[in-house]
């Protein structure tokens, strides 16, 4: 069946680190790829989106590029900062009346 | 967007009881969804509710233990039955329109749920 794996964490960054959160992903069809993020105390998030493959979602500096070669969509920020501490969830869906898969969700933690 | 609140955000309960949790959407959606989050683990999808249908649920989920109600088109309840310790999780409401492109699924806060 379909899955999604990300990297263990927790992961601990100074602040203005570069920052890779790594995700795969097992699909049968083409799915869309997401990562969603959960800061402290609050709900789950959409933080970027690709629909096909080679299209890169960007928000907020994060980015992630949508490679079916590797069937990875990779996190990436060039330079962290405090608030970016959250739980970072890589997901896969076919379509928008179908369930989300998420991975096992990266726990995020930048020191000052 | 929509905007989903979830009640309440945060319960103890014991042992044996039930605990019904009510989802509210600002918009009319065809679609719901509840996930439950384990500590430390990912989103696993319970069921989806659609208005004017039974709820479909995934594997490993069943309707005695985690009856679904959807009455209308902006509000669900779950309700977690005959509580155990292993269902001390977080339950999340998710909404979303089906049709062609992109269409977003909007999550709830989270309903932190421990039994004791």
């Known amino acids: 069946g379909d899955s999604v794996t990300q990297m263990e964490g927790p992961v601990t960054l100074s602040e203005e680190a570069f920052l890779t959160i790594n995700c795969t992903y097992t699909a049968t069809g083409y799915p869309s790829l997401f990562w969603y993020v959960q800061y402290p105390g609050e709900g789950l998030q959409l933080l970027l989106k690709?629909?096909?493959?080679?299209d890169k979602g960007s928000n907020k500096g994060f980015e992630a590029t949508y490679r079916k070669e590797t069937t990875s969509f990779h996190l990436e920020k060039g330079s962290v900062q405090v608030s970016d501490s959250a739980v970072y969830f890589c997901?896969?869906?076919?379509?928008?009346?179908?369930?989300?898969?998420f991975g096992s969700g990266t726990r995020l933690s930048i020191r000052p | 967007s929509a905007v989903i609140s979830q009640k309440p955000s945060r319960d103890i309960c014991q042992r044996g009881t039930s605990l019904t949790i009510q989802c509210q959407v600002d918009?009319?959606?065809?679609?719901m969804f509840w996930y439950r989050q384990q500590p430390g683990q990912s989103l696993t999808l319970i069921a989806t509710a659609n208005q004017g249908s039974e709820a479909t649920y995934e594997s490993g989920f069943v309707i005695d233990k985690f009856p679904i109600s959807r009455p209308n088109l902006t509000f669900s309840t779950l309700t977690v039955s005959n509580m155990s310790p292993e269902d001390s999780s977080i339950y999340l409401c998710s909404a979303a329109e089906p049709g062609q492109g992109f269409n977003e699924q909007f999550f709830g806060p989270g309903t932190r749920l421990t039994v004791l």
């Open positions: 918009s009319q959606v065809t679609m």
């Open positions: 997901a896969l869906r076919y379509s928008s009346a179908s369930k989300i898969i």
């Open positions: 690709a629909t096909k493959a080679d």
